[in-house]
């Protein structure tokens, strides 16, 4: 392995990811259990994301995630945890939440088994997302991957977008010659690849092999991986490793093993080296998030508390009047993630973002803070503001300042107890419902 830092030797947590499609299919069985042991030791990999693969048995369920493409393909897309040593946890995320609601995304993908997205949890550096994409040819692979990339938008948007890795089997390449006719679109796909957020490791990893012997692409700095043999002898690179920005720069090297190709799949792995120096910082841009760093901070009643509240708006919401132009929406949530003291915001959406009525926040320091000074009409007038304040300050247990155009907090802490936190609720629960009769006309 090499250092990516020639002057100052940073001390780092190592971790190496990959990719590989097995060719499972058109392997003899020996073959295929070849190329696990091939996994298991020589590979020098911890987490494989693989195509074109079955998982033999004994392999325990917390290192692997599998699923089959089913139909006339009795295999599929996988992320293995390769070695018995590293203490690697793998997870499947079935779905995503994204900064912009409370819809949840599937992650199955339109072709379930072409795609498997998986959470690591690699001691050390926290957890990372692993992809494992196959660019399934169903007469095109471009069609494939379009909705492959499609399908992956909200995951980028989500908790679990911060750090990835993403690799595969795209059946898509630009190393090929300048005047084939399918250039234009597949250069297309690679950049709409690199449009989630990701960057291509072989063009920023220190180590790297040799370009492609007379690859077709014929540019003067190749950056082309040679994965895959065109009628035989030709090199092209079908298989891609991609990460986002803060793990790409901890990239030191990307690796070729041309020893097993030919000979246990049809494909060359490619395996990137990370020394991750630093522990990736919580991204908060969900409730899930939120409540995990207010449990740490603040510890597990409020995280409790937080939830219970959380689960409140969202019955709320479910049980907003719906017009035929508007939807109003108490699901959104607002969240401030580069301060000191994250936020969360719960605020009804009557025309987001142009109309929204504020409502209340939750601090990571473990506070509720009133929204009276971004109240809207109606309680923009400090009659009514004043009716709130005197309801909440007549909750058993609670003290809150009267200031009704600042922004007064009590401790969450407050609202542990149900019958104090259903008051609660109940405040906030009218003054939803006087808004929307107020300034929705839902006829
Ligand atoms: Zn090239």
């Not at 926290?126 to 196959?134: D, F, K, Q």
């Not at 510890?299 to 017009?323: F, N, Q, V």
Request: glycine share 6%; aromatic share 8%; with cysteine.
């Amino acid at each position: 392995m090499v250092d990516s830092n020639s002057e100052v030797p940073q001390q780092g947590t190592k971790v190496s990811i990959g990719t590989w499609n097995m060719d499972h299919w058109k392997r003899t069985v020996q073959q295929r259990m070849d190329a696990w042991e091939y996994l298991g030791s020589k590979a020098g990999a911890d987490i494989m994301l693989l195509q074109e693969s079955g998982v033999p048995a004994g392999i325990s369920r917390s290192r692997y995630v599998h699923r089959e493409l089913a139909g006339s393909r009795p295999w599929g897309s996988a992320v293995v945890a390769c070695s018995d040593a590293a203490d690697l946890e793998l997870k499947e995320i079935d779905a995503v939440r994204t900064r912009y609601g409370s819809t949840r995304f599937s992650m199955l993908g339109s072709t379930p088994g072409a795609v498997i997205v998986a959470r690591a949890d690699v001691p050390g550096i926290g957890p990372i997302t692993c992809i494992s994409v196959y660019g399934v040819i169903n007469v095109y692979a471009q069609t494939t991957m379009y909705r492959i990339v499609a399908d992956l938008i909200p995951l980028f948007d989500s908790s679990d977008g911060e750090r990835v890795v993403l690799g595969g089997d795209f059946n898509v390449t630009d190393a090929i010659r300048r005047d084939s006719v399918e250039l234009p679109r597949y250069r297309a796909i690679l950049n709409a690849v690199e449009s989630l957020g990701l960057v291509n490791l072989a063009r920023v990893a220190h180590e790297r092999p040799d370009p492609i012997p007379d690859c077709p692409c014929g540019e003067k700095h190749c950056y082309h991986l040679h994965t895959y043999n065109w009628g035989g002898n030709q090199g092209t690179q079908l298989d891609w490793l991609y990460a986002t920005p803060d793990l790409a720069k901890h990239c030191t090297g990307i690796r070729l093993d041309h020893e097993v190709f030919g000979k246990l799949s049809d494909h060359a792995p490619i395996v990137a080296d990370f020394n991750v120096v630093s522990e990736a910082p919580l991204r908060i841009v969900d409730p899930e998030s939120f409540v995990k760093e207010l449990g740490a901070r603040s510890g597990p009643e409020c995280a409790r508390t937080a939830d219970e509240l959380i689960a409140w708006a969202l019955r709320k919401h479910e049980s907003l009047p719906r017009g035929q132009r508007r939807m109003p929406a108490y699901d959104r949530f607002y969240f401030s993630t580069d301060v000191k003291d994250p936020q969360m915001w719960f605020q009804l959406d009557l025309n987001y973002p142009d109309d929204v009525q504020w409502t209340f926040s939750f601090t990571t320091s473990g506070t509720v803070r009133i929204q009276f000074r971004y109240m809207q009409e109606p309680f923009d007038l400090m009659e009514a503001r004043e009716r709130i304040w005197s309801e909440i300050n007549q909750i058993p247990g609670v003290d809150l300042d009267r200031r009704l155009t600042g922004l007064p907090s009590i401790p969450i802490q407050c609202l542990a107890n149900p019958e104090t936190r259903t008051r609660f609720e109940r405040v906030f629960s009218d003054m939803i419902e006087e808004t929307i009769r107020a300034r929705l006309n839902l006829e």
